[in-house]
């Protein structure tokens, strides 16, 4: 009898613990913030997925991806598992020339993972002998299909070349930038505490950057001009996210 009655305790005890050990069930009314997002496991573009993609398909997909960045809409990776991924080679779809600046989350920004873009870095996103020789290894070599240069609002390298900033090495960097000031036809203040002047340059900047590429560069020039590339600029506006592209 007693034994009866212990193995009965026994027994509830059991029950107890495996009821009390049930996976949390998420609902369609379960608050999003209480949903367990599991990132995804993006795969890596494969060479053939790269080179079905045409120019216009690739820019589309950087519209796409600036669209869900501004919306807070990122796609949720598994970084550790692309990495693995794409060790043994890469297929990215497009090169980007970037400015240096910290608050300009290339990748982020378009909503693109590992392997999907070449990313150029330098202070106001001008274009030189290096960053050439690395453009033409992305889009001749690699085969990607779009190059975008990237501007950004209130960019310190472009404030720094409209004041004429003379500082060790930043002095032969801006010297990069002063034609795109030169450019700009403007009968306001041409100083770098006028927004306005600022934004004009920093678009001035980007298509004198891009007429350095043609200018300068025979392979990616013959790659546009047979269609194989598109060679694009945009601005970042550093107070919404917003990519506009011109």
Do not use: W
Request: glycine residues 6%; proline residues 3%.
């Amino acid at each position: 009898m007693k034994r009866n009655k212990v193995l009965t305790i026994i027994l509830a005890a059991i029950v107890l613990v495996a009821c009390n050990n049930q996976p949390e069930q998420i609902t369609p009314d379960t608050p999003v913030d209480e949903q367990k997002v599991k990132p995804l496991v993006q795969e890596v573009l494969t060479q053939e997925q790269r080179d079905a993609l045409s120019p216009d398909d690739v820019l589309n997909s950087f519209k796409e991806g600036n669209e869900r960045f501004i919306s807070n809409d990122l796609t949720a990776r598994d970084h550790s598992e692309q990495v693995r991924k794409s060790a043994s080679g890469q297929f990215p779809k497009a090169v980007v020339l970037s400015c240096l600046d910290s608050r300009v989350p290339v990748e982020d920004v378009f909503d693109r993972g590992i392997g999907d873009i070449f990313v150029g870095r330098v202070a106001g996103n001008f274009v030189n002998e290096d960053l050439l020789g690395s453009m033409e290894f992305g889009c001749k070599v690699a085969g990607a299909k779009l190059i975008l240069v990237l501007g950004h609002e209130h960019c310190g390298a472009v404030k720094a070349a409209i004041d004429d900033v003379k500082l060790g090495n930043i002095t032969a960097m801006l010297s990069k930038i002063r034609p795109a000031v030169e450019k700009v036809q403007y009968e306001g203040e041409r100083n770098s505490k006028n927004e306005e002047f600022v934004h004009k340059v920093c678009e001035s900047n980007v298509v004198h950057t891009i007429e350095q590429i043609r200018s300068n560069s025979l392979i990616l020039k013959e790659l546009e001009d047979n269609g194989q590339i598109k060679i694009v600029g945009g601005i970042y506006d550093m107070d919404t996210g917003v990519v506009t592209f011109m």
